[in-house]
Nanobody, 124 residues
Framework: QVQLVESGGGSVQAGGSLRLSCAAS????????MGWFRQASGKEREGVAG?????????ATSYADSVKGRFTISQDKNTVYLQMNSLKPEDTAMYYC????????????????WGQGTQVTVSS
């Protein structure tokens, strides 16, 4: 059983920064991909950022167009991070960490392990 626990969410003004962390119960490098997703109220969940492990894809990253240049995903042995800069009100959502044993791409997954989420609220 894999456990993923997100932290680092909170409330911030537009233009501010937050760093989300996802603590995994297993070595994150053993997964093919790790990703961050978000779901805003009344909207479908969307992929935000994903990373291939070095073992499976050389650490390559993918980002949704809406966050390119502002968000950065990274990982170490047991944690995946999402650095979020220049935050906008439209970034407000519940953010979820996910792990994939067999992903096709870091954003598409499929992902088979999910955390409980951490709320990010950006005010204008």
């Amino acid at each position: 059983q894999v456990q993923l626990v997100e932290s680092g969410g909170g409330s911030v003004q537009a233009g501010g920064s937050l760093r989300l962390s996802c603590a995994a119960s297993r070595d994150t490098y053993n997964f093919a991909c790790m990703g961050w997703f978000r779901q805003a109220s009344g909207k479908e969940r969307e992929g935000v950022a994903g990373i291939y492990s070095f073992r499976h894809g050389g650490g390559a990253t993918s980002y949704a167009d809406s966050v390119k240049g502002r968000f950065t995903i990274s990982q170490d042995k047991n944690t995946v991070y999402l650095q979020m800069n220049s935050l906008k009100p439209e970034d407000t959502a519940m953010y979820y960490c996910a792990a994939s044993s067999h992903c096709s791409t870091p954003l598409n997954g499929p992902y088979n392990y999910w955390g409980q989420g951490t709320q990010v609220t950006v005010s204008s």
